[in-house]
């Protein structure tokens, strides 16, 4: 059980964490704040890689497989599209700046 | 499971560790518009350590078939990601969210049962998981559909709703405590059945102009799934990154409602509880309003000496940034000054018009804020008001019931002069009328906003 109260700890902390490190966003950058903390949600990947590389009949391999391509697509993608939004920011400074 | 996964090596725990303060840093950095981009690079970083670290623990059955599952993810979502035009952001990133809350629940559907020993705090994590990853799913699965239109963006109300939804919820949870008391997988399968169906109920009843606040707390929810399964397997890395995207995905929610003027429980509740989300209207308006060349038009700007722009979502559906933006320069070069006001939701999300505007280089001084411009339309001649609706319907200070009602809007209907260019008379995303379209100060061109720009283009060079 004191694993489970120790997981319970940082389950608490990681919440005021998370609450706390994104307090002062700015309007601009709520898009890709969700975007790129969408993708951070994708490392659920670990989990799917966890679970497919136990299954022990054919059917929770496939399950475990579709989970890990599902996983892979949402963290991919979600970095992927992030990057593509903010480049667009960065180009903008440059053009006020010249 | 095998002693290296619950348990693995020290330096295995620490590459964890390193991982989960990139995506503290990462979110951090995401905030502050200086840092962003580097931040987003941070956050991959870590999750690609994670992924690696994790080989090292895995057994190497089926090692082959995960790579190439990893593979072809990772293909489809470059390719997605690199192709979505950046007016369908909001879609690709609610599908995102979409398919990881699937993947959530298939993990914990895969590990019913098994949850640390059958521990009972892991078995309700394991329910937990499946419940929230399925709402998560198809919830957003329903967002991307009223956002591609292929469902109705008006809030859609099923009759006896609050029955339907109570009963939804009461079989759901009912589900949920079975699951996570006998760890049944084949209940847990239903209980996946009953969280899809709980997802659509959900987002049915709101309202188009409400869909992106909710994309942002299923993305909150998937957060809290993922940490959840991270209970579940044991993992502290899962179980950080989960929380923080929940508590972080949770505190934007409520910002974003809050720079609409809405609460997260209106939103969600309203149509429950028979409160404003009333039935909006998206047909066609016979009511006569002024409607002028792109000639006249370029007088009317040509001759003003301060023109703000209002750019809305139709000028990233004409993907007529450009041309704006062209329009802009040739009425700076006669002189004129102009800016353009950014409602904070303007296109579909809070910041969408900002990064659709920066794609055109239109100057950063340039894009004002809502609460800055404000005070300035009573002195300019025109407001051009470019694809946009509800952003400037004065319905959202007055009618109360309406759709919009709180709504800050930009107080375009102030200005001297308003034109207003628009494909049709069809009203805006929140499905109602805009009165100021009637007033007589305003003047309509019609047409496509890309082509109506270029022709006022041509129109002010001859002046």
């Known amino acids: 059980m004191t694993e489970g109260i120790a ?52 059917l929770e391999l496939w399950v475990g497989l579709v989970a ?9 993608g979600g970095f992927v ?9 960065r180009t903008r400074r440059k053009s006020s700046d010249a | 499971m095998p002693e290296a996964v619950t348990n693995p090596p020290v330096w295995i725990q620490l590459g964890y560790l390193v991982a ?16 962003a981009r580097v931040g987003n690079l941070v956050g991959a970083a870590g999750a690609v350590l994670a992924v690696v670290l994790i080989f090292f623990v895995t057994s190497t059955d089926n090692l082959w078939a995960i790579l190439g599952a990893i593979v072809l993810g990772a293909l489809v979502g470059v390719l997605a990601a690199r192709r979505v035009a950046m007016t369908a952001m909001p879609q690709m990133v609610a599908t995102f969210n979409g398919v990881g809350g699937a993947a959530a629940a298939l993990v914990a559907l895969l590990e019913v049962g098994e949850a640390l020993g059958g521990e009972a705090l892991g078995q309700v994590a394991a329910a937990f998981t499946v419940l929230i990853g399925g709402v998560s799913f198809s919830g957003s699965a329903l967002t991307v559909g009223k956002l591609q239109d292929w469902l109705p963006a008006r809030p859609i109300v099923v009759p006896r709703v609050q029955w339907v939804y109570g009963a939804a919820l009461a079989v759901s949870l009912a589900a949920a405590v079975v699951v996570a008391v006998l760890g049944s997988t084949g209940f847990a399968i239903v209980l996946a059945a009953l969280a899809v169906v709980l997802g659509v109920l959900l987002v049915l009843p709101v309202g188009g102009a409400d ?37 972080a995905g949770s505190l934007l929610t409520h910002l974003m409602a809050q720079a609409m003027g809405r609460s997260v429980t209106t939103i969600l509740f309203g149509a429950l509880l028979g409160g404003p989300t009333t039935l909006g209207t998206t ?67 809070p910041g969408h018009m ?5 794609e055109a280089n239109v100057p950063y001084e340039q894009q004002v804020e809502m609460s800055q411009i404000n005070p300035e339309f009573k002195a300019t001649d025109v407001a051009l008001i470019v694809g946009a609706n509800d952003v400037v319907n004065p319905a959202a200070r007055k009618a109360y019931g309406s759709p919009i009602a709180g709504m800050p809007i930009l ?15 069809r009203p805006g995303f929140a499905g109602i009328e805009n009165e100021l379209i009637y007033d007589p100060k305003t003047t309509v061109l019609f047409g496509d906003a890309k082509d109506s720009l270029s022709q006022l283009v041509a129109a002010v060079e001859k002046l």
Do not use: W
């Open chain 1, 68 to 76: 890990v391509f599902l996983a892979t697509l949402n963290m991919v």
């Open chain 2, 411 to 425: 107080e375009a209907d102030q200005a001297r002069a308003v034109v207003f260019l628009k494909r049709s008379m």
């Open chain 2, 20 to 35: 989960a303060v990139c995506f503290i840093v990462a979110l951090k950095a995401l905030s502050s518009p200086r840092t």
């Open chain 1, 7 to 58: 997981l319970l700890t940082i389950f608490v902390f990681s919440a005021f964490t998370g609450y706390e490190v994104i307090s002062k966003v700015s309007t601009i950058l709520h898009t890709p704040l969700m975007s790129g903390a969408n993708a951070i949600h994708g490392v659920i990947l670990v989990g799917a890689v966890l679970v497919a590389s136990q299954a022990r009949t054919a």
């Open chain 2, 354 to 358: 900002n990064v659709l505007l920066a």
């Open chain 1, 81 to 89: 599209v992030t990057d593509r939004m903010l480049q667009m920011f």
């Open chain 2, 283 to 349: 047909t066609e308006s016979t009511r006569p309003v002024k409607s002028a060349s792109a000639e006249d038009v370029a007088v009317l700007l040509g001759y003003a000496r301060r023109v703000i722009v209002v750019p809305g979502y139709g000028l990233a559906v004409a993907q007529a940034q450009h041309v704006l933006r062209e329009l802009g320069d040739v009425l700076m070069a006669r002189g004129i000054e102009v800016s353009y006001a950014i409602h904070p939701v303007a296109g579909r999300m």
């Open chain 2, 211 to 247: 869909v992106p606040i909710v994309i942002s707390l299923l993305n909150a929810f998937t957060g809290l799934a993922v940490a959840a399964s991270g209970y579940l397997l044991g993992n502290t890395l899962l179980l950080v990154a989960g929380t923080l995207v929940g508590a």
